[in-house]
């Protein structure tokens, strides 16, 4: 079984310019979610998906963050323009969320943004 | 709201010896319980659950956990490490219905001497 594919792995670029990442859940997993996970830090929620949904956005900096999963599969997150605090690991995990879900994450590799 | 604090943000030990990391939560509702791990340069994967049933899980590479209700913690204990253990070790809680919203810890670096 295929994991979770994220990519690129490495991103630098300068502050003001933007970026996306690109995330491809495990087959057949319902939710979908983005995590920032800062040096030294646990992983910050900032966007669950349902199937194409959105569940909880709450701590998603809108005004310069977006994402999207279209078709309910593969999902993008957009940052512009990008700030210095940006500079993290963006992790993408997805979850089967049925109903005897176990509620275990499968996480890909994580997309390491490094914002100058 | 749920929350979860891990105690220590380091923890050196040497090849061989026993180790326990910590990890306690606060939720309103009932949750189940995890612990992850990772590897430098990679995602975090599953080392443990609590579900329900026992309070003594075990997991992979030998590790274990308790879930102690009344304390509300749910430390990971391991009886030798080995010096491929180090690595981040995080605890997280997810709510056992409405939008599963996973909560992590901010991890517990362990670090494996020779």
């Known amino acids: 079984e295929a994991g979770v594919a994220q990519s690129p792995r490495y991103k630098i670029i300068e502050k003001r310019q933007s970026v996306a990442f690109w995330c491809n859940p495990i087959s057949g997993h319902a939710t979908l979610y983005w995590y920032q996970q800062i040096l030294g830090q646990g992983p910050k929620l900032l966007i669950q998906f349902q199937n194409n949904g959105v569940v909880d956005d709450s701590q998603l900096p809108k005004d310069r963050f977006s994402a999207e999963r279209l078709k309910g599969v593969d999902s993008t997150l957009k940052i512009q323009p990008a700030k210095l605090e940006d500079s993290a690991v963006y992790l993408c995990?997805?979850?089967?969320?049925?109903?005897?879900?176990?509620?275990?994450?499968?996480f890909g590799e994580g997309s390491r943004l490094t914002v100058l | 709201a749920q929350s979860v604090t891990q105690l220590d943000s380091q923890v050196p030990v040497f090849e061989e010896a026993p180790v326990e990391l910590r990890c306690n939560y606060s939720?309103?509702?009932?949750?189940?319980l995890f612990w992850y791990v990772q590897y430098p340069n990679q995602g975090l994967q599953l080392l443990l659950k609590y579900l329900s049933g026992s309070t003594l899980v075990k997991g992979i590479n030998g590790f274990e956990a308790e879930f102690n209700k009344s304390q509300t913690s749910f430390h990971l204990r391991k009886p030798s490490v080995h010096i491929s253990d180090t690595a981040e070790y995080f605890c997280?809680?997810?709510?056992?219905?409405?939008?599963?919203?996973?909560?992590f810890g901010t991890g517990t670096r362990l670090k494996v001497l020779a």
């Open positions: 939720s309103s509702v009932s949750v189940y």
């Open positions: 997280a809680v997810i709510t056992t219905s409405g939008t599963y919203k996973y909560i």
């Open positions: 995990a997805s979850s089967l969320m049925a109903a005897t879900n176990t509620g275990e994450l499968f």
